[in-house]
């Protein structure tokens, strides 16, 4: 075991690591953030998806020790500095862009780094940007409107599939 020191959603923390502790075992059990999901731990699902240094990244396929020294933000770190939810998540519930919601935290997060990259995408953009992210519940169609909806976008002419 070895220490790993990191910044989590702008906060100073340090916790112990074995050599092959993957990032979301390391946020779950050892900083106790169960927002990051672990889904297929084959980075098939996208269910664990983080930031590390603004870095949309599949945490189920980083070790904890590469994340050393890094920023890194969990879907803990999306809310509002009030705790209210932020405008992606808001957008999500706004316009029923989940279900179960397991999916939800990682979709949230490959959300934010495309508007990041992309502040107005088109819904072709956001689908094929959602590529990696695996949503058994919803049929996609409301993520994608609530994405829409949160670049500031009018979700009105958003066609179902």
């Not at 998806?49 to 396929?61: F, I, L, S």
């Amino acid at each position: 075991m070895s220490k790993v020191e990191m910044t989590v959603n702008g906060k100073a923390v340090s916790g112990d690591a074995a050599g092959n502790t993957l990032l979301t075992e390391f946020l779950r059990e050892e900083l106790r953030l169960t927002g990051t999901h672990v889904g297929c731990d084959t980075s098939q699902c996208g269910a664990c998806v983080v930031h590390v240094n603004g870095e949309a990244v599949k945490a189920c396929t980083m070790f904890a020790a590469e994340a050393a020294g890094a920023e890194v933000t969990t879907i803990e770190g999306m809310a509002n500095a009030d705790g209210s939810l932020g405008v992606i998540q808001a957008a999500f519930q706004e316009h029923h862009g989940l279900q179960c919601g397991f999916c939800t935290p990682g979709m949230v997060m490959s959300a934010a780094a495309l508007l990041k990259e992309n502040p107005k995408p088109s819904e072709a953009e956001v689908r094929d940007y959602l590529e990696g992210n695996i949503c058994r519940c919803t049929g996609y169609h409301n993520i994608v409107k609530a994405i829409m909806a949160a670049s500031g976008q009018d979700v009105g002419a958003i066609a179902a599939e």
